[in-house]
Nanobody
Framework: QVQLVESGGGLVQPGGSLRLSCAAS????????MGWFRQAPGKQRELVAS???????NYADSVKGRFTISRDGAKNTVSLHMNSLNPEDTAVYYC?????????????WGQGTQVTVSS
């Protein structure tokens, strides 16, 4: 099992910045991928950004150039630095970790943290 604890989030004005952090604990494999998803009201959960254990990153087109994901492998933490926020970024953000155990993929989720971009 893996536990994920998120911190950060809150209310920010358009054009502002926020930083989300997530700490993972438990049985974490070397092949794990960590990332952030978000879900806005009435919309499906979507991938925001992910980072592999080797540092390979992947971003949604809507956040490229504005958000940066980073990972500390020694501490099992992942952070999301969000710049130039706009109201469309308003959502509940979820930390995610997935890893393979043999052929089975296991996904773990944080409890979610609200990000609201509004003037």
């Amino acid at each position: 099992q893996v536990q994920l604890v998120e911190s950060g989030g809150g209310l920010v004005q358009p054009g502002g910045s926020l930083r989300l952090s997530c700490a993972a604990s438990g049985n974490i494999f070397r092949n794990s991928v960590m990332g952030w998803f978000r879900q806005a009201p009435g919309k499906q959960r979507e991938l925001v950004a992910s980072i592999g254990s080797g540092g390979t990153t992947n971003y949604a087109d809507s956040v490229k150039g504005r958000f940066t994901i980073s990972r500390d492998g020694a501490k099992n933490t992942v952070s999301l630095h969000m710049n130039s926020l706009n109201p469309e970024d308003t959502a509940v953000y979820y930390c995610n970790l997935w890893q393979f155990s043999g052929y089975r993929r296991d996904d773990y989720w944080g409890q979610g943290t609200q990000v609201t971009v509004s003037s």
